[in-house]
């Protein structure tokens, strides 16, 4: 996986503003189809603690 910068820093995941994870899966944020960035999420974010 090429290397992701993430500033979700309470994802358990994450590892100095990357992630970690080996593998993310990114989905469509309550959109059909997307037309801008804010209309995806990282659905393997995970709280952390
Ligand atoms: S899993 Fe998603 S939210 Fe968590 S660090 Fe990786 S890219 Fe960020």
Known sequence: MPEVKCTVTECTFNSDVKCGAPMIQV???????????DETKCETFKRRG
Do not use: L
């Open 27 to 37: 989905d469509r944020n309550g959109s059909a189809s997307a037309v801008k960035s």
